[in-house]
């Protein structure tokens, strides 16, 4: 596995700030050049700055390589979905979403295949995850004793409201059966201390429910650290010889 990782260069990073610290290889370009980051010969595109970024540069990246999207609730806009989908069509290239804060995208993925009668998503984080969030008009966070539920609705809905923080609302809709039809509920909840999300799905193919416990990120508690890992999976099957679970 070693072997295949060393494959995998890390060529360029577009910024806002340059003078940060990335902790990336001496060899890579830093720049907030957009002309100067897309120049570079690239294969595939990472994107970890926000549906901003998407919005902004989607389109540009997919003329040059394939596109792995971490902001995955901005393909909650179908216009921008529709428009990435057709740029990668017409210039070969791939829209790739990992499966990042969850899992079991493959069997809903599968599932899609026959009838599918419920999909829902139940999302529960600690009240730290949810500052600077619209959660904090719906609830004190700072004195919250019990679950409490900030949102229900449709997953089009929830991806919108809370960009940072429901974007496995938007991986699951795209692996199955679309943002208007994926149910979400949201909990501000002071009794767990890790993300945790809740997967049903039922159909043709049977039943599935999976829990998922995620640990935050440090540095920013509405994300874990299984995202980060998640796009470096993807960027390894590309050169491992030996792929599972896709």
């Known amino acids: 596995m070693e072997h295949y990782a060393k494959q995998i260069e890390v060529k360029a990073a577009l910024v806002r700030n340059e003078s940060r610290d990335y902790r990336l290889p001496a060899s890579c370009l830093i720049t907030s050049d957009e002309d100067a980051f897309f120049a570079e010969d690239m294969d595939i595109i990472v994107e970890a700055a926000g549906h901003t970024a998407i919005k902004k540069y989607g389109v540009r990246a997919l003329h040059h390589a394939s596109f792995i999207v971490a902001s995955i609730g901005a393909l909650a806009e179908e216009n921008i979905l529709e428009e990435l989908k057709a740029t990668a069509v017409q210039h070969r290239t791939q829209l790739l979403v990992p499966s990042a804060a969850i899992g079991g995208l493959d069997r809903i993925c599968a599932m899609t295949l026959e009838e599918i009668d419920r999909i829902e998503l139940v999302t529960r984080k600690p009240p730290a995850a949810w500052y600077g969030t619209l959660a904090e008009v719906k609830v004190d966070l700072s004195s919250v004793s019990k679950p409490t539920l900030i949102f229900s609705g449709t997953a089009n809905e929830s991806a919108l409201l809370f960009p940072e923080s429901v974007n496995v609302s938007a991986a699951l809709s795209l692996a199955g059966i ?35 416990q995620n640990t935050p990120s440090a540095n920013n508690p509405k994300t874990g650290y299984i995202v980060a890992m998640s796009i470096v999976k993807v960027l390894r099957q590309y050169t491992n010889p030996f792929v599972i679970g896709v």
Do not use: C
């Open 178 to 212: 679309g943002f208007k039809n994926t149910h979400v509920r949201v909990y501000v909840d002071p009794t767990v201390t890790q993300n945790t999300h809740q997967i049903i799905a039922e159909g043709f193919a049977g039943r599935i429910e999976l829990s998922l």
